[in-house]
């Protein structure tokens, strides 16, 4: 039934809908690209002895990175049938597109791996988490949940156990530095590196595209699920972070760690708060008690999916602000969600050259950075309203049509006027 007055939506109307509703998945890539530059750009600790945490430190890392790998999990099941987990022949296409995809990331990763430039870049380890989910597409959301749960309480034990191993090894299974192609011609320390030893630790980020993939095929565009994921993931953020204080500070977890590192005068209690990333983490299980950024604990994995997780619901509630009122307030964000790769490797290319080298005369770190921001911005707003792709998103794209065996299909509906799904 209809109330009076009122025409009813059509099916075309209706989906228009929902996929304004689902632009807060792209915003809410946007705010994850933003917050990654702030972290690559701005300072997260002060410059004094006790490396005193920054608001930017304090606020995005860690959970600008946990959020993208989030919303990559989202993104693949939204690709992959939504609610509905593609089945037989149309899995299997459907593993072959991101299979292909990934390699086109992976290449562009190691191509950046060239750079000189003192930023972790993500790229690699993130298509290297695309092929590892390869398995999990198929999965419905109570497996998927079910499995993450296990995951983040498994791996961050296991990874504990087996880095003191691959660090001992000669040389140590580590890089030291982002990959790059010259590093295939060392496969075993590549991936130690990238599974366990390096600073986007594959095997305990799994997790996070675990639960994107989970969130992704609930019914996103019903006004139930945003609410729900806004207060569940607050819960457990918040949960999380509370019992890693009381282990760390009540139960005395940071003053064994403190004691175990033998330097009274070392900034544990900052790192704790910004970044673990670079720690060995060994030879105390205190270290696996912390929930602090890029630790790859349990309470780190729950506090960050969490806070990615209640991310995600404002943004998909704000798209349906957005569609009630009729007007896009989220374009700008949404617009920048959609060419985080194009933008996230031109951001790269920008800082390496700034590296090492002085600022132009009037320019300050935060002009760099917010120069770059609005940069991003206005080419969000600008490609989304020409509903053009970015370069690097077409190569994905083109290689995920290709691997699905689409492509040609889809030049064809185009020719003919007739619109392929």
Known sequence: MTSRGTAPRSGTARGKAAAARLAGIDAARGLALLGMMATHVLPTFESDAQLTPTWIGLTFSGRAAALFAVLAGIGLALS???ERPPEGSELWAARR???LRALVVGAVGLSLGGL??????????YALLFLCVLPFVGLRPRRLWALAAAWELASPVLAYLLRPWLLAAEPPLQLGH???WDDLATPARLLGDLFLTGYYPVLQWLAYLLIGLAIGRLAL????????LLAA?????????WLSVVLMEDWGGRAALQESLGDPAYPLASLLQVNLAGIEQSGSAWWLASSAPHSGTTLDLLHTSGVAAAAVGVFLLLGRLAD??????LLPLRGAGALTLSLYTAHLCVM?????NPLPAGWTVEGVYWAQALAVLVLGSAFAALSWRGPLEWLGHTANQLGRGQLGLNRVGRGRGTQLR
């Open 80 to 82: 992959t049938g939504k």
């Open 97 to 99: 597109g991101i299979a």
């Open 116 to 125: 000189d430039i003192n930023i972790a870049v993500i790229l690699v380890h």
């Open 178 to 180: 982002n990959p790059g």
């Open 221 to 228: 565009s019903t006004a139930a699920v945003p609410a729900l």
């Open 233 to 241: 993931g607050t819960i457990t953020a918040v949960l999380a972070k």
């Open 324 to 329: 009630w009122i009729q007007l896009d307030l």
């Open 352 to 356: 390496a050259s700034l590296y090492n």
